[in-house]
């Protein structure tokens, strides 16, 4: 344990007195360093095409909620577990018999 602390201490004394770390930049411009004094100098990225977009939320092609699957699968559910308590009630809860 000692070790993974020693450890630890060096790889952090190495990245903080190592030397200028170069940013990256998620925009994708390129960076042109002065080697003498480290200043990045960054381009513009090239414009993008322009998008036209049109969003329509008021559709008129909805179906019924009762064609909707969340409601079919709610439905099956019901109907499965109605069957079963028809099935428990016609074979009769016998009675249990304790002798001793």
């Not at 200028?20 to 090239?46: E, F, I, K, M, R």
Request: proline share 7%; no cysteine.
């Amino acid at each position: 344990m000692k070790g993974l602390a020693v450890l630890f201490t060096i790889m952090l004394g190495v990245l903080l007195f190592s030397g200028p770390v170069q940013a990256w930049d998620p925009a994708g411009a390129t960076g042109l360093a002065n080697s003498s004094t480290g200043d990045v100098q960054l381009q513009s990225p090239p414009a993008l095409p322009k998008v036209d977009l049109e969003i329509t939320i008021n559709d008129k092609q909805q179906r019924p909620w009762y064609v909707n699957p969340v409601w079919l699968a709610i439905g099956g559910l019901g109907f499965v577990v109605a069957i079963v308590l028809v099935v428990m009630a016609v074979r009769g809860g016998g009675t249990t018999v304790v002798r001793g």
